[in-house]
């Protein structure tokens, strides 16, 4: 596969590696993305901690509980500017309540749904826009729902720039949720717990990290030794249990969540514009907004 300007670019922005290097992982994995990733960090040169999607989009996360069910959606706009926008705040709060209500299976279904002003949702966001004067759309949402016995933890960060809904199971204590979620909008983990992580992932990263250890110079005798401690470390990353807790470093969240006698049964972290592809500004005009900024 001929390895394009384009390509190049995707793997530096994932990886924060320079050019050069970008092109040649990419020929030596004949263009293949996610490979070149794995070369690159066999060859010390990329952090899986660095690897994170761009995020450009404006727009807002919203929370809405209601009794025994919840719902955390994403709106975007063009601008942070109309994210405050009052009647964009209107919008999001009744979409809100509508998706709640109705719980559609998908964003496609909450569209063509029919709000209890009679326009779908459709039409509704068409309207908006045309008040509003910008592109705003409703990207995702999810409905947790739960038992009296059980609590919520909403999370909103920086006013709606990362929104999180966790689900404590077995326990009332909605105080220890919120923690939870709170914790979860600072580390970003990607699974509750190892047992969620797939053989094939943890395969995956072990060659890495094999292959990484022996780069490095390290004897074959102890590389297995040093890659299982890694990989270790590796679940610390990702898996929120593994975690020190952000509001008390010398526990694991998994005690935490334990001292509640609940167990956290999912939640979900969305961060506004996550993966979506930012509008390539005018260089020129950036550098001049910056410069009349400052007087």
Same mark, same amino acid.
């Given at each position: 596969m001929a390895v394009t300007a384009q390509m190049v670019k995707e793997l530096r922005q994932k990886t924060g590696v320079g050019m050069m290097d970008?092109?040649?992982?990419?020929?030596? #994995?004949?263009?293949?993305?996610?490979?070149?990733?794995?070369?690159?960090?066999e060859k010390g040169l990329s952090s899986a901690?660095?690897?994170?999607?761009?995020?450009?989009?404006?727009?807002?996360?919203?929370? /809405?509980?209601?009794?025994?069910?919840a719902v955390l959606l994403e709106v975007?706009?063009? #601008?942070?500017?109309?994210?405050?926008?009052?009647?964009?705040?209107? /919008?999001?709060?009744?979409?809100?309540?509508?998706? /709640?209500?109705?719980?559609?299976?998908?964003?496609?279904?909450?569209?063509?749904?029919?709000?209890?002003?009679?326009?779908?949702?459709a039409d509704y966001i068409s309207n908006a826009i045309a008040k509003i004067g910008e592109k705003i759309t409703l990207r995702r949402f999810v409905v947790h729902t739960k038992t009296d016995k059980d609590a919520f933890g909403p999370y909103l960060h920086m006013g709606?720039?990362?929104?999180v809904l966790v689900t404590l199971e077995g326990s009332t204590d909605a105080q220890a949720a919120?923690?939870?979620?709170?914790?979860?909008?600072?580390?970003?983990?990607?699974?509750?717990?190892?047992?969620?992580?797939s053989e094939d992932e943890v395969d995956?990263?072990?060659?890495?990290?094999?292959e990484q250890a022996l780069n490095e110079g390290k004897p074959e005798n102890i590389v297995a030794k040093m890659v299982?401690?890694?990989?270790?470390?590796?679940?610390?990353?990702?898996? /929120?249990?593994?975690q020190s807790f952000v509001k008390n470093s010398d526990?694991?969240?998994?005690?935490?969540?334990?001292?509640?006698?609940? #167990?956290?049964?999912?939640?979900?972290?969305?961060?506004?514009?996550?993966g979506i592809e930012k509008r390539q500004d005018n260089f020129a005009e950036e550098v001049m907004s910056q410069v009349n900024k400052g007087n």
């Open positions: 970008c092109k040649k992982a990419l020929v030596e #994995t004949n263009g293949d993305i996610e490979a070149a990733i794995d070369f690159l960090r901690a660095k690897k994170a999607d761009r995020i450009a989009a404006e727009g807002t996360t919203s929370i /809405l509980v209601n009794g025994n069910e975007n706009a063009e #601008t942070d500017f109309v994210s405050k926008n009052q009647g964009f705040q209107t /919008l999001v709060k009744e979409l809100s309540e509508h998706l /709640l209500a109705t719980k559609p299976a998908s964003v496609e279904e909450a569209t063509a749904s029919t709000m209890s002003n009679g326009l779908n949702v709606g720039r990362i929104g919120k923690d939870v979620a709170m914790h979860i909008a600072a580390l970003n983990p990607k699974y509750i717990s190892r047992n969620e992580v995956r990263e072990r060659k890495v990290l094999t299982e401690g890694r990989l270790g470390k590796y679940f610390e990353d990702i898996c /929120l249990l593994d526990q694991k969240v998994k005690e935490f969540v334990k001292s509640t006698g609940g #167990t956290v049964t999912d939640f979900e972290r969305y961060s506004v514009g996550e």
